[in-house]
Every structure is written in C-alpha cells, then in structure tokens.
C-alpha cells in the first residue's frame, strides 16, 4: 500500500513539473514576442556555425586562415565550407582567409550556393545562389556554363538542393568533379570543391543524405562542414 503512494506521489510530482515548465515556456513567449520556436533553434545552432571565422586561432594557438584546424602547408590556399542548417541557419563559405558567404537570416542563401574562385591568383571571381524549390534551373544552368576554365568552383546547399534540379544542371556539376550529384535529393546537405578544367586536380565532397530516420532535425539532417587546402600554382 506504501509502495502505490509512493507511486502516485511520483506520477503526481512529474505531471506538476511538466505543466510548470510548459507555463514557463509560455510566459517566456509573452515576455518575449519576437521570440519564436524557430529562434529557439537558430541560437541553438549559432554555436557552431560561429566557430567559423575568416582568421581565427585553433586550441594549439597557431593563427589559421578560415578557422582551420591547423595550418595549410607554405603559401596553400585554405577553405572551410559549412551547410545550412534546416531553413533557418544559412551555410557559409570561406576561401584563404575571405568570407564570401557568411551565415544569413532565415530565407536567404536556399538552395545552391557557389562561389567561383581564379586558380591562378586566388581571387573571388563571382558568387551565384539558386534556390531549387521553386526557382529557375535555368539560371544555374547558365551559371555553370558561364565559369571559366582554370577557376576553382565551391558549393554550399542549404534546406533543399534538389527539387527544381534537373539532369543537364547535375552533368555539368559532375564534370567539375562531384561524384555525389547524381545522388543528391530533397533536402539534402551537400559541401563541394571542384574545378573546371584546372591545372591542380582537386575534389573535396561531403554528403549528408535526408532521412527522418536518422536526422538531427526532423526534417532535416545536420548540419555538415568540410576544410582543406589546395596548393597554389608555380
């Protein structure tokens, strides 16, 4: 008989504890109107996309450009690429030591993100966005064949890269080197460092397939990030 009070004592106390927090999550809400679900989320993710800086100091001390875990060997050129994160946190892009898409607002950057680089001297060329949920295959189309020979191309996705995405646009991604673009699908995380007809042969590729079995966000998977370093021409 002790025993089932006990019980009921405790069923009583996690029921109370339960309605006490949802009443503080409500209030907080009131207190706090501009405060919704989704940037509950987004500062949950700011920890980790804030770790990634143009110039930054790893825990060894040395200084390293776009936050690398350690330096690129004598004068590389170092990158760091981070995915979006569901449709609120933006993906960025960093090359040797520039940030050329930083992290945004929720509804900016969807979809295919790229950045055209010059092999030869390291400088940003151009930077081109499609979002591929409901915009214009088209354009990417035209911006792929519009890059320049000897250029060194990187692409960051985020929410969805792959509705609107069509066979032509995937054949010329796959001839600046991906492997995994035939297999990217509706919100898909996708990191990628290719080149279109460049003298250093270079390929970095991460994927991060969506599926609610295994994702970290429900309708999303995690975020992923990538980091290398690609030798400069003679």
Request: proline share 4%.
């Amino acid at each position: 008989m002790l025993y089932i009070r006990k019980e009921k004592f405790k069923f009583v106390f996690m029921v109370a504890g339960l309605v006490i927090s949802i009443s503080l999550f409500l209030k907080l809400l009131q207190m706090s109107p501009e405060l919704t679900v989704s940037k509950l989320v987004e500062r949950s993710l700011e920890g980790a996309v804030d770790q990634l800086k143009p110039d930054d100091h790893n825990d060894d001390g040395p200084k390293t450009k776009c936050g690398l875990s350690k330096p690129c060997p004598g004068d590389d050129f170092a990158f760091k690429l981070y995915s979006g994160a569901t449709n609120i946190v933006g993906p960025q892009i960093c090359f040797d030591g520039k940030m050329i898409i930083q992290k945004d607002t929720r509804g900016n950057w969807l979809g295919i993100n790229i950045a055209v680089i010059n092999e030869d001297t390291g400088e940003h060329v151009r930077t081109g966005s499609f979002n591929m949920w409901n915009g214009k295959v088209e354009e990417l189309i035209e911006f792929l064949k519009s890059i320049e020979d000897g250029s060194f191309v990187l692409i960051a996705t985020f929410d969805d890269p792959a509705t609107k995405l069509n066979g032509e646009a995937r054949a010329l991604i796959a001839q600046l080197g991906s492997s995994y673009i035939s297999q990217i699908k509706f919100r898909d995380n996708w990191l990628f460092v290719g080149g279109k007809k460049t003298i250093n042969q270079v390929t970095y590729e991460e994927h991060m397939k969506n599926d609610r079995e295994t994702n970290k966000y429900e309708s999303w998977p995690e975020m992923i990030e990538m980091e290398g370093c690609i030798p400069r021409l003679d």
